[in-house]
Structure formats: structure tokens, C-alpha cells
């Protein structure tokens, strides 16, 4: 199956693997092999992940790589890589609609 990386999850990666390169070479380099380790094996196992249920959204998955937490959703046509972020960092603020605001048939 296609994976798609976000442009803001892949700004992060190229963030983070800059960082890591600046205080240890290695470390950069890794993280970017093992990411794209990961993103092969996805391609395989659309389901490796577990279900994101700290996100308020269904259907979004999330992969423990590292550090680093992966939330991605699984189409019928391709996974999409929503958000990557340190384990250390604040989960992402989603906004979200007011229940309110829903109409109901």
C-alpha cells in the first residue's frame, strides 16, 4: 500500500534528524534509516500500529519508533502519516467542533 508523509511530519523528521546530526552524527543518520525502515514495513502491515486512543479522532493508529510517537490513518488508497513528535513532547492540539454544532437527521 502508498504511504504518504504529511509536510509537516516530514519537517519534523528533517528538524529532528538536523538536530540530532548537529550533537552526534550517528544518531541523525539513524533516525533517518530507522524512519524509513518504518515506513517500508508499514507499506506491509498497515495494522502494526496500535489504536490512537489518546487522540479524540477514530481511525487514527499510532507507532511507538524509538522516542518517537507515529500517528498515521489507514484509506482505502494509501496510509497517510499524520503527526510524528518526540514521546516527550505534548500530544498535537486538534482543533475540534463543538458537539453543539452537529446536526442530527
Known amino acids: 500500500?502508498?504511504?504518504?508523509?504529511?509536510?509537516?511530519?516530514?519537517?519534523?523528521v528533517a528538524r529532528e534528524a538536523g538536530y540530532l546530526r548537529e550533537r552526534n552524527r550517528a544518531a541523525g543518520e539513524r533516525l533517518l534509516h530507522d524512519f524509513k525502515q518504518f515506513l517500508t514495513a508499514l507499506a506491509q502491515f498497515p495494522m502494526m500500529g496500535?489504536?490512537?486512543?489518546?487522540?479524540?479522532?477514530?481511525?487514527?493508529?499510532?507507532?511507538?519508533?524509538?522516542?518517537y510517537l507515529i500517528h498515521y490513518e489507514v484509506g482505502a488508497?494509501?496510509?497517510v502519516i499524520l503527526?510524528?513528535?518526540?514521546g516527550r513532547e505534548r500530544p498535537p492540539e486538534l482543533p475540534l467542533d463543538d458537539v453543539s454544532d452537529y446536526e442530527f437527521p
Request: net charge positive; proline share 5%; aromatic share 6%.
Open 1 to 12: 500500500m502508498k504511504v504518504v508523509v504529511s509536510p509537516s511530519a516530514r519537517a519534523y
Open 50 to 67: 496500535q489504536d490512537a486512543t489518546e487522540l479524540p479522532l477514530s481511525g487514527i493508529r499510532r507507532f511507538v519508533l524509538g522516542d
Open 83 to 86: 503527526t510524528i513528535r518526540h
Open 77 to 79: 488508497a494509501a496510509i
